[in-house]
């Protein structure tokens, strides 16, 4: 069974900078392509940032030049740097893979941005 642990999450000021992190059990991590999405109040989830299992990366237009997706695969975590956080940049994240033929989610962890 594979888990999937967000932290990292915080309040922050805006053009402030986080780490999240994404800590996931077993040994196949470094086989998928591991997501980031998010999910503001009273809004849908949407994706944020993607990077597969050969470190090719790809992100939102919302997010681009700020925020960076890294994986470390000696210790199964995925990380999502932002940087220049804004107040839009606020709500739960959550990372996300497939692992044929199932979706795995983390718990979320929330990250709100204000003065």
């Known amino acids: 069974q594979v888990q999937l642990v967000e932290s990292g999450g915080d309040l922050v000021q805006p053009g402030g900078s986080l780490r999240l992190s994404c800590a996931t059990s077993?040994?196949?991590?470094?086989?998928?392509?591991m997501n980031w999405y998010r999910q503001a109040p009273g809004k849908q989830r949407e994706w944020v940032a993607s990077?597969?299992?050969?470190?090719?990366?790809n992100y939102a237009n919302s997010v681009k030049g700020r925020f960076t997706i890294s994986r470390d695969n000696a210790k199964n975590t995925a990380y999502l740097q932002m940087n220049s956080l804004k107040p839009e940049d606020t709500a739960v994240y959550y990372c996300?893979?497939?692992?044929?033929?199932?979706?795995?989610w983390g718990q979320g962890t929330q990250v709100t941005v204000s003065s």
């Open positions: 996300n893979t497939y692992i044929p033929f199932k979706m795995y």
């Open positions: 990077i597969t299992n050969g470190n090719a990366t």
């Open positions: 077993g040994s196949i991590f470094s086989r998928y392509t």
